[in-house]
Structure formats: C-alpha cells, structure tokens
C-alpha cells in the first residue's frame, strides 16, 4: 500500500511538471518595444525625489502634429495628477478640521494655482515614430516639486493664512517629499 501511494505521488508530480511547459516572460518596458522610445517607460506619472514626470502619446498622420498632441495630453496628465493629490491634501486638511480649506475663494486659489503647472512644466522628451503611415508621438513632460511649492505658495499668496495653512502642513511636507 505504502508503495502504491509513493507512486501516485510521483506519478503526480511527473504529470504536473511535463504539464505545465515553458513559461515565456516578456518585459513591459519600452526597451522591448520597437514601436516606443527607450525614454518611454509604461508609466504615464511618476515621482522621484526632486521632480514630477508625465508622459504620453497621440497619433496623426503628421510627425511634428503628432508630437504637439503628445505634449499637450502630457501636459494635461501632469497637471491632473498632481491636482488630484492636491485635492486630496486639501480633503484631508478639511477632515482635520480646517474650516480655511472648504471656503469657496481658497478652492479656487487653489485650482487658478495648480493651472500653473500645465504651462510650466517643460518638455525634457519628444519624438515620433512611423508605422504603415501613421506617426505616433511621445512625449515627456516633468516639473521640479520646488516650482509646484513655488506656484501653489504664489497662487495663495494673497491670504496668508491661506497661504501658511496649506504649504505648512503634513500632508503637503509628504506629498513632496515622495
């Protein structure tokens, strides 16, 4: 009996290695896409210690067309990730307590604000590629944290208050210490 299940398993085994095959493994970075940049990695918004960086792509039947479009929804996608996590501080500030943070006139401030980054950001990349008669375009985009404290501390500067609510707290300290 005791023989019989040592063969089972082994026989079990042996049928679920022979069964499983080889696993292919791809890499999802652009290096291993002949259609994209090596600069173009998978990721449309990233952080590191010093800047914020956006990237996109848009097609037309134009290259310089096509990476204008690129920068442009680069642009817009810098400027919406970081609003959103500016929104989000300004939500948590809110829960804390801060009755400064709900008036109408420091949301807007803060919006008129954070626009800024849309136009300041700068291109650090851009190229098209050609396939069967369509350009693809791409383009990079980034922006130091130190200017989007410039513009947000710019953007509130009429209020102090407002102004030493936001850029003072925790949760802005992080969101550009990330």
């Known amino acids: 009996m005791r023989h019989i299940?040592?063969?089972?398993?082994?026989?079990?085994?042996?049928?679920?290695?022979?069964?499983s095959g080889a696993k292919e493994t791809t890499n999802n970075t652009s290096t291993s896409n002949p259609n994209y940049p090596a600069w173009y990695s998978g990721f449309e918004f990233n952080s590191d210690s010093t800047s914020f960086v956006a990237r996109a792509t848009a097609v037309s039947d134009n290259s310089e067309m096509a990476q204008i479009r690129a920068e442009r929804e680069a642009r817009a996608?810098?400027?919406?990730?970081?609003?959103?996590e500016l929104e989000d501080i300004r939500r948590e500030l809110g829960r804390d307590g801060s009755t400064l943070v709900q008036k109408p006139d420091f949301i807007m401030m803060l919006r008129n604000a954070h626009y800024k980054i849309e136009e300041q950001a700068s291109l650090?990349?851009?190229e098209a590629l050609e396939t069967e008669?369509?350009?693809?375009?791409?383009?990079?985009?980034?922006?130091?944290?130190?200017?989007?404290?410039?513009l947000i501390e710019n953007g509130l500067n009429s209020n102090q208050s407002y102004q030493q609510e936001f850029i003072n707290s925790l949760s802005f300290q992080e969101f550009l210490a990330q």
């Open 124 to 126: 650090s990349n851009s």
């Open 133 to 150: 008669g369509i350009f693809r375009g791409f383009a990079k985009v980034d922006i130091t944290k130190e200017k989007v404290k410039s």
């Open 5 to 19: 299940t040592s063969v089972l398993l082994l026989t079990f085994i042996a049928l679920t290695i022979a069964c």
């Open 77 to 84: 996608l810098l400027e919406s990730y970081i609003a959103k």
